[in-house]
């Protein structure tokens, strides 16, 4: 941008503000100063361009003037502007100092063309001098000189060093100052024009003053290029001379004014077009901006290439050959070419290519001008998909237009595939806000090997089967008909295909109204047709007929369910009168003529039942009705009827008759057997009803027995009574007992017994099978024979003969009921008959019960002894062991676990004794009300230390005052087995759960919850069978399978209930639920429970002297244990005995302070020797404690009721024992 500085009146200030935007696209930036204002010290402006004929307040000269005053603002050249041009005004302007005088009107180009004369351009072109100065202070004041205009130096110090650079350098000048050689000015001017590279330059002599003589001195060294010049006006002398040596090669003005505006035209190109330069092969030399910014390509990246590197691929190889061969024999080629960018985009240009030919017309270079037209191909193109769209709309919207309601789903995916195809559609889903079964076969992903898009028609409340990707399109419309909103169509694409077709939406919108009318008119047929589909399967189903008799032109017709039930196919028979009275019985024609003829004359109801004949022979039963229609003065004009067959009305009819009859003879006959017993009198009669219900001449009614080797026969109960001679009376008279039996079951009468099943013989086969009668025997002509079961037992037979048209499948249905009545006869009297045999059976069994249960009573008895009997050894032992404190930890570790095997034994033993008891029906409840806080407190006391053990948290909840009916010790015995199990089955570190809830007025409901693994389902049923554990005998849980089962028969005992709740992975709830508190008992007094420490034997005696015990017992592990167990309490001794006799003597002798007797001696039993202790002389008064094996409820209830003080039983618990002995000698 080159800076003007204009000076002027305000008239010369319009012009500039009219010529500033055209004076800044030429890349001037002019400014404004006034004549009559001072001119301002600023920043020098490039050129100072002085308004003549503005200068009337103030001289030329004086305005120059003032700008010399201000050296920085002198600097710039001084241009003089006027409208003519006087001797006058341009000698003053030049002796004032201005540099150049250009006349009116001032064009750009006058501008321009003077700015480079001056040295100035917009693009100052860099000029080169050599300086031949060997004097270093001189040479820098001449650089910075020089360096104001920018111009570059090349040092020399001598003359030799210059003529070297001019070998290697093209100076523009050479300045010559000072050196030291000896050599003239003159020669050395002479050798500049000598060397060839010099020869041209301009030389400038230069010293910091030359006079007029100097310089005339030096000018005459030469004719031309010789110049001289002060330092000061070097740098503005070197730019002069060598922007007119510029003009000067351009053969003078005009050549320059042609460059000037070629070089316009070629920025104005540069602006405009995509240019780019080849090389005869083709190589790309040059490229404009445009073409690097159109391409993508960076000018680094395009030089040296070929244009194929923006070949598109759209171009066929033909094409390119064409263009090659175009410009290769010089012609220009003209065309449009889709290129392809660096990042991929597709462009369109059309380019002119022109060849530069050489000497030989051959092309040496090519230029090529193009200007980018994609928008226009992507107008055209816009264009050509719209109407290709169009053109597809509108042929789907004329096949739909053209389809039938019966295959809409194939219609619309035909119609749609060519567009679908288009858009790259590959789903089309219709949702309609009322579908019906007209779209049924729409809604399926219909895709065949064509690839075709897949059509679903679906309603708005289903999931559609389309498909829809993350990166799908949806192109959809409103479905609407005549103001009515039917839905939406929606057509899924991988991209939006209509991004590029203009007003596509309206395309789609008119498609989508008229697939919306097309949808709507097909349910319009659709529901007709249905409509008419429906009246034609309800009159087939029905068979309905509906006729239209037109009495003018006697014109019939009639609709296709008349043919059929007439006997034809649907449409074989044609529509007329005759036809239709042809199809009439004949009995009834007349009948049915008369009607019409009544209705048409005299307007009486047309209503009639008549039969037809059918073409097979079949008789068929109609009824008619019918109505006439007459004009205005009473003529008939037409009939209009229905037909009906109703033929299975009427036999339903019938059949529902003859049904009640045989219901009410079941009823009547089973109710007489009930109330009056008579099996044979019921029989009769049951026989005599059924001959005359089917309308059989006679039959009989027989039970099937067997023989001892299971060979069935019958025994008759009940016969018709046809005599044909003396033979048969007495026959008859042993109907119903033994002597009136057939055996040998293999004529047709027996075939039903042999193979089970029914026996019809019609009137075709009566006379071969039936062939030996007795003499003056009725014939046979048709025979019916039907077993009789009960269950899968053949019971009974009961046969038919001489039906007049015969026993077909409809009757012996119709007779299944009679079957089963008779079967249930004969069941009955049997059970009749084997009551008393019953009786006596059921007798003998009860008694073989009670002696089983005695059995098992003993047995049990005696079990319990012999296991308890070694129990106590180990259990006793086991227990001295623990309290050893010389074990170290693996002997404490097995004397656990003895312990805990002992005592689980212990446990089983125990509970089977006491379902054992439940089951004989001894086991004594004492009920009570009990607090269920209280209760529950005892029960956690023998838990909580195995549930700490494993982590298991126990929280009551719920328990309030709320009390229950039970039996204390039971009861804390069905809540122990449930919290042992609780904890048992539990996670570590999981919970229990214990509350009590009400349930209803009259329940209490004991609820323990755990967060075990939970139980199947399908198995809780299991968990309450004796010893079943539901697989948890395979794990490290020990139990005995009994403790559910008889806590179940426990609670049950006391008027309760048990159930379960539970799920896999959280856990169970058991439940006791037991009645609420009885408020009229005598037991109504809470347990005292004393929840402190058992009493031991270690405290303080009033008397020092050491208690005797007597243990009498036969085996020597026990008095070895019972010794152990002594010696350990400093306070008794013990003396034992082994046999009764022994212990007698010693109880006598000793007098002992205690007696431990075991019941079972050897010798003598147990409850004998305490009757002889207490009979003694001097009597003894020690307590007689029974420690015994004998665990049997029963045992220890005779114990203590024999005399006992109390009663130990086997395993020995050694701390029972010891609160014991100090119970009566503490």
Not at 1039 to 1061: A, D, H, K, Q
Request: glycine content about 6%.
């Amino acid at each position: 941008m080159i800076d003007i500085r204009i000076v002027g009146n305000r008239e010369t200030e319009s012009w500039l503000k009219r010529q500033q935007e055209t004076l800044l696209s030429s890349d001037f930036n002019c400014r404004f100063s006034s004549m009559a204002a001072p001119v301002e010290a600023t920043e020098p402006p490039n050129v100072w361009l002085i308004d003549a004929d503005g200068s009337e307040a103030l001289p030329l000269r004086e305005i120059i003037a003032e700008l010399h005053t201000n050296d920085g603002i002198a600097k710039a050249p001084i241009v003089v502007v006027g409208k003519s041009m006087t001797t006058q005004l341009a000698s003053e302007a030049m002796a004032a100092g201005a540099r150049r005088f250009l006349v009116k009107p001032l064009t750009s180009r006058m501008l321009a063309s003077t700015c480079q004369e001056l040295g100035i351009s917009h693009s100052p072109m860099p000029r080169t001098a050599l300086i031949l100065e060997d004097r270093q202070a001189t040479h820098e004041a001449i650089r910075e000189h020089l360096a104001t205009r920018s111009i570059e130096i090349l040092p020399a110090s001598s003359i030799q060093a210059a003529f070297d650079l001019l070998t290697q350098h093209d100076p523009d000048v050479i300045v010559v100052s000072h050196y030291s050689d000896l050599m003239s000015y003159r020669k050395l001017s002479a050798l500049l024009r000598f060397f060839p590279q010099s020869s041209g330059i301009p030389v400038f002599f230069t010293t910091d003053d030359i006079t007029d003589s100097e310089a005339r001195d030096l000018l005459s060294l030469t004719e031309t290029n010789t110049h001289c010049a002060t330092y000061a006006d070097l740098p503005r002398l070197i730019l002069e001379v060598t922007n007119q040596r510029v003009g000067r090669a351009t053969s003078g003005g005009r050549l320059y004014d042609i460059l000037y505006e070629r070089e316009q035209e070629h920025l104005a190109l540069n602006h405009h077009a995509i240019v780019s330069m080849a090389d005869s092969a083709g190589q790309i030399t040059e490229v404009n901006r445009n073409f690097c910014d159109t391409s993508q390509y960076s000018e680094t990246e395009l030089l040296g290439q070929n244009h194929r590197i923006l070949k598109s691929g759209y171009h066929s190889p033909d094409f390119y050959r064409d263009l090659w061969q175009t410009i290769s024999r010089g012609d220009v080629w003209k065309g449009e070419i889709c290129n392809r960018a660096k990042d991929g985009r597709y462009y369109w240009v059309s380019s002119t290519i022109v060849p530069f030919l050489d000497s030989r017309k051959r092309p040496y270079k090519y230029i090529a001008i193009r200007k980018d037209i994609t928008h226009v191909k992507t107008s055209e193109h816009r264009g050509e998909l719209y109407g290709q769209l169009a053109r597809l709309v509108s042929g789907a919207s004329a096949q739909v237009l053209s389809g039938d309601w019966a295959d809409v789903p194939e219609i619309l995916q035909s119609a749609l595939q060519p567009l679908c195809r288009f858009l790259g559609i590959y789903h089309v889903s219709i949702k309609l806000h009322q579908t019906d079964h007209l779209f049924a076969k729409g809604n399926r992903p219909a895709v065949d090997s064509s690839h075709n898009a897949s059509l679903s028609i679906t309603g708005f409340d289903t999931t559609g089967s389309e498909r829809q990707a993350d990166d799908c399109y949806k192109i959809e419309t409103t479905l609407r008909a005549d103001r009515t909103e039917l839905g939406s169509l929606e057509l899924l694409t991988r991209q939006n295909a209509l991004k590029d077709v203009p007003r596509a939406q309206g395309l789609i919108d008119i498609l989508g109204s008229v697939i919306s009318n097309s949808l709507a008119r097909w349910m319009s047929e659709f529901y007709q047709e249905r409509d008419r589909e429906r009246l034609r399967k309800a009159q087939s189903f029905a068979n309905i007929g509906t006729w239209e008799w037109n009495l003018e032109t006697n014109d019939l017709f009639w609709t296709g369910t008349i043919p059929v039930i007439f006997g034809y196919p649907e449409g074989d028979l044609e529509t007329s009168y005759e036809n239709f009275i042809t199809a009439v019985h004949p009995d009834d024609r007349a009948k049915v003529e008369a009607g019409i003829a009544a209705a048409i004359e005299h307007d009486e109801p047309y209503r009639i039942e008549h039969r037809v004949v059918w073409p097979d022979g079949t008789v068929r039963l109609l009824l008619e009705a019918g109505a006439v229609i007459r004009s205005d003065d009473g003529m008939a004009k037409q009939m209009l009827g229905i037909v009906q067959d109703v033929t299975q009305a009427h036999e339903a009819k019938q059949q529902l008759a003859l049904q009640t009859r045989l219901l009410n003879i079941l009823h009547d006959s089973l109710t007489a057997f009930i109330r009056e017993g008579k099996f044979r009198a019921t029989l009769d009669s049951m026989l005599e009803s059924l001959l005359e219900l089917t309308s059989s001449e006679f039959g009989f009614l027989a039970e099937v027995l067997h023989d001892g080797e299971k060979t069935p026969y019958l025994r008759v109960q009940s016969i018709s009574n046809i005599p044909w001679g003396p033979s048969s009376e007495e026959m008859y008279s042993r109907v119903g007992t033994d002597r009136f039996e057939l055996f040998g079951l293999d004529s047709v009468i027996g075939e039903s017994v042999r193979e089970g099943k029914v026996v019809s013989v019609d009137e075709t086969r009566s006379g071969e099978l039936f062939t030996g009668l007795p003499e003056g025997h009725p014939e046979i002509r048709t025979f019916l024979s039907v077993p009789v079961f009960i269950g899968s037992d053949l019971v009974g037979v009961f046969a038919l003969a001489n039906r007049d048209s015969g026993y077909d499948q409809s009757l012996i249905n119709f007779l299944r009921p009679f079957a089963a009545n008779y079967g249930v006869i004969i069941n009955s009297q049997r059970m009749i008959d084997m009551g008393e045999t019953n009786r006596m059976s059921l007798t003998h069994a009860k008694l073989q019960a009670d002696q089983a249960n005695r059995a098992k009573s003993e047995f049990l008895s005696s079990m319990s002894h012999e296991l308890r009997t070694p129990m106590n050894a180990i259990l006793g032992f086991g227990q001295l062991l623990e309290s050893d404190p010389e074990l170290n930890d693996d002997q404490q570790d097995s004397v656990n676990e003895i312990l805990s095997a002992s005592k689980h034994l212990l446990e089983l033993i125990n509970e089977v004794l006491d379902l054992a008891r439940i089951e004989s029906g001894k086991l004594e409840l004492s009920l009570e009300t009990i607090p269920v806080r209280a209760i529950t407190d005892e029960a956690l006391t023998f838990v909580r230390l195995s549930a700490e053990k494993r982590g298991i948290q126990i929280s009551i909840r719920n328990m309030g005052t709320l009390r229950v009916a039970a039996d204390w010790t039971r009861l804390k015995q069905a809540l122990l087995n449930l919290l042992s199990n609780a904890v048992k089955y539990n996670r570590v570190d999981g919970s229990i759960l214990i509350e009590a809830k009400p349930h209803g007025s009259a329940w209490v409901d004991i609820r323990v919850t755990d967060t075990g693994p939970g139980i199947p389902e399908s198995r809780i049923p299991e968990l309450f069978q004796p010893f079943n554990r539901l697989g948890a005998e395979l794990g490290h849980i020990e139990g005995t399978g009994i403790g559910l089962s008889l806590t179940r028969r426990l609670v049950e005992l006391m008027g309760g209930s048990i159930g379960v709740t539970s799920a896999i992975g959280e856990g169970s709830t058991f439940w006791i639920r037991l009645p609420v508190e009885r408020l009229h008992t005598s037991t109504n007094a809470e347990p005292s429970i004393d929840y402190g420490q058992s009493q031991t034997l270690s405290g303080e005696r009033t008397s020092n002297k050491k208690r005797s015990i007597l243990y009498i017992e036969d085996n020597p592990a026990n008095l070895k244990l019972v010794e152990r167990i002594v010696q350990r309490q400093r306070d008794f001794s013990l003396i034992s005995a082994i046999t009764a006799e022994e212990g007698l003597n010693l109880a006598r002798a000793c007098q002992p302070d205690l007696i431990l007797l075991d019941i079972n001696l050897p010798d003598l039993d147990g409850y004998v020797v305490l009757d002889k202790l207490k009979a003694q002389v001097p009597p003894n008064n020690a307590p007689v404690i029974a420690l015994t094996a004998n665990a049997m409820h029963s045992e220890v209830r005779r114990g203590k009721n024999a005399g006992f003080d109390d009663y130990l039983t086997k395993p020995i618990n050694i701390a029972e024992l010891t609160n014991t002995l100090g119970k009566y000698l503490g």
